[in-house]
């Protein structure tokens, strides 16, 4: 079936670094990827939608500039957090539909735990 | 490593039927979720559960927690269109541990 990886799974970080979290599509192309953020003890936020080839869209709220998204590839998703503070301390998950034709469904990434010191 | 597993994969269903999604966890959780995705559209958080033996109820949506913390369900009753989707469920281990999301289930309902 489809995979989804993220890398790294886990990144501990000083205030004031950036930090870069890659999202790939191992068996299949994904013209978009979608990150979410997931703060302890509450559900998933959409964060953006990434499109490949195009600008991201940004939920309202989230600050475009402060998470930069970079959709290069049909495989390769990115998201970096510039200038992380401890508040951006969280756990980032990427998904991908498998078959966009179909609007099939979602295919999760492991996530990445962001650590911000 | 941890795995969420959710069943069945698919359901089609006759409009006014029922429809349940089952998922389990190999150890025990701190609390699931669950999430609706339309088709071509982005999972939609709907309830979380986090107490052994809880029952919610959302309209003509009950979800369950086990005992044992170790699964999970989610009933629709008399089955609309507008129940179209998938439904996945992710759970979590510990306070701070990772959202682990079940493969969903893509329910369809024929009107």
């Known amino acids: 079936g489809a995979v989804v990886s993220q890398h790294p799974s886990w990144v501990i970080c000083k205030s004031g670094t950036s930090v870069k979290i890659e999202c790939r599509s191992l068996?299949?192309?994904?013209?978009?990827m979608f990150w979410y953020r997931q703060f302890p003890k509450q559900s998933l936020m959409l964060m953006a939608t990434s499109n490949e080839g195009s600008k991201a869209t940004y939920e309202q709220g989230v600050e475009k500039d402060k998470f930069l998204i970079n959709h290069a590839s049909l495989t390769l998703s990115t998201l970096t957090v510039t200038s992380a503070h401890p508040e951006d301390s969280s756990f980032y998950i990427c998904s991908a539909p498998a078959d966009r034709v179909r609007g099939d469904t979602q295919y999760f990434g492991p996530g990445t735990r962001l650590t911000v010191l | 490593g941890q795995q969420v597993m959710q069943i069945p994969q698919y359901q089609h269903v006759q409009e006014g039927e029922d429809f349940t999604t089952y998922c389990n966890s190999s150890?025990?959780?701190?609390?699931i979720q669950w999430y609706k995705q339309r088709p071509g559209g982005h999972p939609v958080f709907l309830i979380q559960?986090?107490?052994?033996?809880e029952v919610k109820k959302q309209k003509r949506l009950t979800f369950q927690f086990g005992e044992a913390k170790k699964n999970s369900s989610l009933h629709i009753t008399a089955t609309q269109t507008t129940d179209v989707g998938t439904y996945f469920c992710?759970?979590?281990?510990?306070?701070?541990?990772?959202?682990?999301f079940g493969k969903g289930t893509k329910l369809s309902v024929k009107p």
């Open positions: 068996d299949f192309q994904a013209t978009t």
């Open positions: 992710a759970g979590t281990r510990g306070s701070q541990g990772n959202l682990i």
């Open positions: 150890t025990t959780l701190s609390n």
């Open positions: 559960l986090v107490k052994s033996g």
